[in-house]
């Protein structure tokens, strides 16, 4: 039996007065309208309703259990309806991670900016440079660069960046600057722990050739701002993604070194679960990143 279904041909031949009537009102048989309340009331274990042949009444067991009926098939039909207009108007909580990095200095103000427009949005988010598992965390969305950690999540490009090696001015008078990939063996270069693998930075010659160096350093980090902040004080030569480096470079805090080769690029990607069901909220939002951020600053180079 399908007691939400008898439940509301119960409520039904109540309010019509008649399984004639309600049977009308469904689409139903007279039969099957009549047997529907029958298995109900075995369920139940008690009579519901008195039958005569011109009307049915309630008894007394039945007035309890239409009260308690009608107010659930209403909390089910305003719930049915908040999730329809939650698939169409955003609203509700997004529950989001990205890096520490690229949430601050890149996510957080296109939240402040979203939130301006969509008052009905909540986010709940989470900075960690890991790959956190969305399922299981219960998260709706994350903002990745590199990669999209699982074949098993749908991803939208949403634009990439590259790494850019830089040092001070006040390092690069004592030490020399570097004006090849395999000079940078011979300097003090940061590592961060997330590039793969980290001891060997990456880079392409105008014509496209690889030009790979290892490099070695005191200072390793899983953190791209105090590495870039390091250099910045004089401390070695950092690289890290243009948009961590870059507003260093226009400052004057840092140099760009090699201009004249360039990392490959690290696609930056919104991942989510799955496209069927996509909430308006999570679509909504990604729709607002892959346009912002394709009118972003040049996030490779500063």
């Keep these: 039996m399908d007691r939400l279904a008898a439940m509301q041909v119960f409520a039904q031949v109540v309010e019509s007065g008649s399984f004639a009537k309600a049977a009308e009102r469904l689409g139903l048989s007279t039969s099957a309208t009549s047997r529907q309340v029958a298995e109900l009331e075995s369920h139940l274990h008690t009579r519901l309703l008195n039958r005569t042949t011109r009307r049915v009444s309630l008894t007394e067991s039945g007035r309890a259990y239409y009260e308690r009926a009608v107010q659930l098939l209403a909390d089910l039909e305003e719930a049915e309806q908040e999730a329809a207009r939650a698939a169409v108007v955003p609203r509700g909580t997004i529950k989001l991670t990205t890096s520490v990095n690229f949430g601050v200095r890149q996510v957080a103000p296109a939240i402040a900016a979203f939130l301006a427009r969509h008052a009905e949005v909540r986010f709940d988010v989470s900075l960690s440079d890991r790959v956190v598992d969305l399922v299981e965390e219960g998260l709706d969305l994350a903002v990745r660069i590199g990669g999209t950690g699982s074949e ?31 000079d940078l063996a011979r300097h003090n270069c940061f590592t961060y722990e997330y590039l793969t693998p980290r001891n060997v930075w990456r880079f392409r010659d105008a014509a496209g050739n690889e030009r790979a160096v290892r490099v070695s350093g005191n200072l390793h980090s899983n953190n791209g701002d105090l590495l870039a902040e390091a250099a910045a004080q004089g401390a070695g030569i950092a690289f890290e993604p243009a948009f961590i480096v ?35 909220k999570v679509r909504v939002f990604v729709d607002f990143l892959a346009e912002r951020y394709a009118h972003a600053p040049d996030w490779s180079a500063p």
């Design 246 to 280: 870059g507003p260093e470079v226009r400052a004057g805090r840092l140099v760009r070194l090699l201009p004249e080769f360039v990392a490959p690029p690290m696609p930056i990607y919104a991942v989510y679960p799955s496209r069927k069901h996509l909430s308006a």
């Design 152 to 182: 098993n999540l749908v991803a939208r490009k949403l634009g990439e960046t590259r790494l850019v090696p830089c040092a001070s001015a006040e390092y690069l008078k004592a030490h020399g600057v570097p004006r090849s990939p395999e």
